[in-house]
């Protein structure tokens, strides 16, 4: 079993939906939650980071972590055809620094005009 | 304040040979982490430099390597290419200040195609 899972997609949405985008882990260890969003021909870019279970919402993306779950969510609220991308969370084990972050496989999502 | 920036973006090399990229983090960031992308494999973590020492490494043959500078600026060094190389390498870097706030910007990615 992967330490993170994340559902493959494609996920293919009309503009102006909400989009749930998920991911499981099985490590206790993992503290610190990241989402990454990933344009085609381009490096990740950093969209939410959290540490603490419950929502965090930053426009109209939310990111939601249940650490008694192991699972974290984005929620994208309205979406746009430029939210279009590759989504790939990560999370980190936050005992010290010398620790490597793992990532999801991600998911690909296209909204539709 | 400018990115993470990687060069070359584009490199076409021939099995056998070797090739060096290189990654300039953001301006303050000690921390330089090196990521191999492939469509079947996702992002698999290759290693990460701080203060010009490899502190963690991911399950990669010796034939990948790294340094960092002591401007923090990294190179990764991959000898013998094998056809199974041919991947987007991303650098990320982080500032590295306190744990419960680090986290890492990618650059663009360098695409290596080995023929």
């Known amino acids: 079993q992967k330490e993170v899972e994340q559902d493959p997609g494609p996920l293919s949405v009309p503009e102006g939906a909400i989009v749930s985008l998920n991911c499981t882990y099985s490590?206790?260890?993992?503290?610190?939650f990241m989402w990454y969003r990933q344009y085609s021909r381009k490096g990740p870019e950093l969209l939410m980071y959290?540490?603490?279970?419950g929502n965090k919402e930053d426009g109209r993306f939310t990111a939601q972590v249940d650490k008694s779950s192991k699972y974290i969510s984005l929620f994208i609220r309205d979406s746009q055809p430029s939210d279009s991308a590759t989504y790939l969370c990560a999370m980190r084990r936050g005992n010290n620094y010398g620790q490597n972050f793992v990532f999801g496989p991600g998911t690909r999502l296209s909204v539709l005009p | 304040k400018a990115g993470v920036t990687q060069t070359p973006r584009y490199l076409i090399k021939t099995r056998g040979q070797q090739v060096t990229l290189s990654c300039s983090p953001i301006s303050g960031h000690r921390s330089v982490s090196w990521y191999q992308q492939t469509p079947g494999q996702g992002l698999q973590f290759l290693f990460e430099y701080f203060s010009e020492t490899q502190r963690n490494k991911g399950n990669f043959p010796g034939r990948f390597s790294g340094r960092q500078f002591s401007n923090s600026r990294s190179e990764m060094n991959v000898s013998t290419l094998e056809l199974g190389d041919s991947a987007l390498y991303l650098c990320?870097?982080?500032?590295?200040?306190?744990?419960?706030?680090?986290?890492?910007?990618f650059g663009p990615g360098t695409r290596l195609t080995v023929l």
């Open positions: 990320a870097s982080s500032l590295a200040a306190a744990v419960s706030t680090d986290t890492q910007y």
């Open positions: 490590n206790s260890a993992f503290q610190y």
């Open positions: 959290t540490y603490s279970s």
